[in-house]
């Protein structure tokens, strides 16, 4: 059984129908796949869980932590996959995102550095001298006990910054890229499964990161 892991909370409710229709077409087809939804609207998935809307960044910083009060529950499916609910998938996602831990590598930064976090206060801190890949936040998991285990360091290093007042620089894809840098994914996707919907790219668009009003979505 696999798990999608969704966050929806404030005016992110408006993409949730249509990334739950598009994922029954798409996502892992032949395999049975549950959607589990942290939300303060009245909306459908296999699993709603009742979730206070926080004024941005708080929603995608506290995401480990929201998605760890479920440990029990969530441990009991073979795969999850955490994805921003501001996505659609739009051809087949299949088995080839099965691993261990699995992560995307950025479409902004191929064979870049990208954005790592370099203030050495910060948790998320990779230094300058180290080569790192960077990857993107929106899509992410693998096997559920790995993937609860990795949210619960993040979760960890997120709590530490935050008792410091400090914030890294891309929120919480700060701190997965630290963990990630130390932790290498057995499985590192293509910018394909978290492709920007306006953007050409050489990959097959599969799981598309949707144009919006950033400031717009994230005020109230
Ligand atoms: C942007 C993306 C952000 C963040 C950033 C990292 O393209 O919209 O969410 O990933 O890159 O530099
Ligand atoms: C976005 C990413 C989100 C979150 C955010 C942090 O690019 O898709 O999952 O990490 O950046 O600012
Ligand atoms: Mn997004």
Redesign the pocket.
């Known amino acids: 059984m696999i798990g999608v892991l969704l966050i929806a909370t404030g005016k992110y409710d408006v993409f949730v129908q249509p990334l739950i229709q598009s994922l029954k077409r798409h996502f892992l087809p032949g395999y049975q796949v549950k959607t589990i939804l942290w939300t303060d609207k009245e909306t459908q998935a296999d699993l709603c869980l009742h979730h206070k809307h926080e004024p941005w ?1 708080a929603p ?1 910083l506290n995401r480990y932590k929201t998605i760890l009060s479920q440990r029990e529950l969530l441990e009991q499916f073979d795969y999850l996959f955490y994805m ?1 609910v501001d996505m659609l998938a739009v051809d087949t996602i299949g088995d080839e995102i099965l691993g261990d831990l699995v992560a995307v590598q950025h479409p902004g930064f191929i064979g870049k550095v990208g954005t790592p976090e370099r203030r050495s206060r910060s948790a998320a801190y990779i230094p300058r001298r180290e080569k790192s890949v960077y990857y ?3 899509f992410q998991g693998g096997r559920s006990r790995r993937y609860l285990d990795m949210c619960h360091t993040l979760h960890n290093q997120i709590e530490s910054d935050r008792q410091k007042g400090i914030t890294a620089i ?4 700060s701190h997965l890229n630290h963990y990630l840098h130390y932790n290498k994914p057995g499985k590192v996707l293509s910018p394909s499964y ?1 492709y920007p919907e306006s953007w050409e790219m050489p990959y097959v668009k599969r799981l598309v ?1 949707l144009d919006k009003d950033h400031a717009e979505m994230r005020c109230g």
């Open positions: 960044p995608t921003d993107a936040g929106g891309w929120h919480d894809e978290c990161a």
